[in-house]
């Protein structure tokens, strides 16, 4: 089968491998000269045969809305285009109906795999009408993994069930990936434990715990034990947030992937704000001992407020 790929970064670049590996002709359009196959999407649509499939592979927002609008100049009646990158479901509904009025069929997949989906697969939710579904499954049969469809790939619903069933996915990796770096942290904390790496390794068969996260984790301790070369900064796709808004919407508790969001924005504070307060707080009704601000050097300032005769902390 014939696909048209736009946007060969990580995960594009791969799924291009994955594709032509099985079998399927794909022509990738990229901005970058020494990746593209073609030099346009005028020249990706005459590079296919009626009716085409256009995969788009871009960052979500502008970007996804600027190609698909672009798109809907250069197809033709019957093509049909498939938006598989991290857009919001809610970006959904107007794509498929820019690109109907011109007689365009449009899906939305949300896909799962990153890096390692070239060789072990992707994981897909797709979108749209089973019309189109059935159009595109030749595309999806060879991406998603080895074994039962049903264990790789879901017709989740209309248009925008497959970015929604994706945005809630990544909720719960937060979770999940929260769950384990704690796990992680207070495992470290100990002297008790003196081997952390195998631990977390020896839960990787067997325990109620295992998945293919942990053995992520543990593939990165063998690389660095401590995990000391990295930084704490820890950012997040958008998915996350999504998420807690649409459990707002819906009064749907999700206390779990809720605080693993907050986890991540209290990664990227050089101080923190809050800390401070509630070193403040704890101060005024307890009279407990602060610490004052690091200095110019950045060493800790010496106890500060009742305990010192200081009354307050200074920054």
């Given at each position: 089968?014939?696909?048209?790929l736009?946007?060969?970064g990580?995960?594009g670049?791969n799924?291009?491998?994955?594709?032509?590996?099985?079998?399927?002709?794909?022509?990738?359009y990229d901005?970058?000269?020494?990746?593209?196959d073609?030099?346009?999407?005028?020249?990706?649509?005459?590079?296919?045969?009626?009716?085409?499939?256009?995969w788009?592979?871009?960052?979500?927002?502008?970007?996804?809305?600027?190609?698909?609008?672009?798109?809907?100049?250069?197809?033709?009646?019957?093509?049909?285009?498939?938006?598989?990158?991290?857009?919001?479901?809610?970006d959904?509904?107007?794509n498929?109906a820019?690109?109907?009025a011109?007689?365009?069929?449009?899906?939305?997949?949300?896909?799962?795999?990153?890096?390692?989906?070239?060789?072990?697969?992707?994981?897909?939710m797709?979108g749209?009408?089973?019309?189109?579904?059935?159009?595109?499954?030749p595309?999806?049969?060879?991406?998603?993994?080895e074994?039962?469809?049903?264990?790789?790939?879901?017709?989740?619903?209309?248009?925008?069930?497959?970015?929604?069933?994706?945005?809630?996915h990544?909720?719960?990796?937060?979770?999940?990936?929260?769950?384990?770096?704690?796990?992680?942290?207070?495992?470290?904390?100990?002297?008790?434990?003196?081997?952390?790496?195998?631990v977390?390794?020896?839960?990787?068969?067997?325990?109620?715990?295992?998945?293919?996260?942990?053995?992520?984790?543990?593939?990165?301790?063998?690389?660095?034990?401590?995990?000391?070369?990295?930084?704490?900064?820890?950012?997040?796709?958008?998915?996350?947030?999504w998420?807690?808004?649409?459990?707002?919407?819906h009064?749907?508790?999700?206390?779990?992937?809720?605080?693993?969001?907050?986890?991540r924005f209290?990664?990227?504070q050089?101080?923190?704000?809050?800390?401070?307060?509630?070193?403040?707080?704890?101060?005024q009704?307890?009279g407990?001992?602060?610490?004052?601000?690091?200095?110019?050097?950045?060493t800790?300032?010496?106890?500060?407020?009742?305990?010192?005769?200081?009354?307050?902390?200074?920054?």
């Amino acid at each position: 089968m014939q696909l048209g790929l736009i946007g060969l970064g990580k995960m594009g670049g791969n799924m291009r491998d994955r594709l032509r590996s099985a079998g399927h002709e794909v022509v990738g359009y990229d901005p970058r000269p020494e990746v593209t196959d073609v030099d346009s999407l005028a020249s990706l649509a005459a590079a296919l045969t009626a009716p085409r499939v256009v995969w788009v592979m871009v960052p979500s927002g502008d970007a996804t809305r600027g190609t698909v609008q672009a798109l809907a100049d250069v197809l033709e009646p019957g093509d049909l285009v498939i938006d598989g990158g991290n857009s919001r479901y809610t970006d959904d509904g107007p794509n498929a109906a820019l690109l109907d009025a011109k007689g365009i069929g449009y899906l939305d997949c949300g896909v799962s795999g990153g890096i390692w989906g070239k060789d072990n697969g992707y994981g897909l939710m797709a979108g749209g009408s089973a019309e189109h579904v059935e159009m595109a499954m030749p595309i999806f049969d060879a991406l998603r993994p080895e074994g039962p469809r049903e264990e790789g790939f879901a017709h989740a619903g209309p248009v925008g069930a497959g970015h929604f069933s994706k945005m809630v996915h990544n909720g719960i990796e937060y979770g999940l990936m929260q769950a384990y770096a704690e796990g992680f942290e207070l495992l470290s904390a100990v002297d008790l434990v003196t081997d952390v790496p195998a631990v977390l390794q020896a839960w990787s068969r067997g325990t109620v715990v295992r998945s293919w996260l942990l053995d992520l984790l543990v593939l990165a301790l063998k690389d660095d034990a401590s995990l000391s070369r990295l930084d704490d900064y820890v950012d997040d796709s958008g998915e996350g947030r999504w998420t807690i808004e649409e459990a707002i919407t819906h009064a749907v508790p999700l206390p779990v992937i809720s605080a693993a969001l907050f986890a991540r924005f209290a990664s990227r504070q050089d101080s923190s704000p809050a800390m401070r307060a509630v070193a403040a707080l704890r101060q005024q009704f307890g009279g407990h001992a602060v610490r004052a601000a690091a200095g110019p050097s950045g060493t800790p300032g010496e106890h500060a407020g009742p305990s010192s005769g200081t009354g307050s902390t200074q920054s």
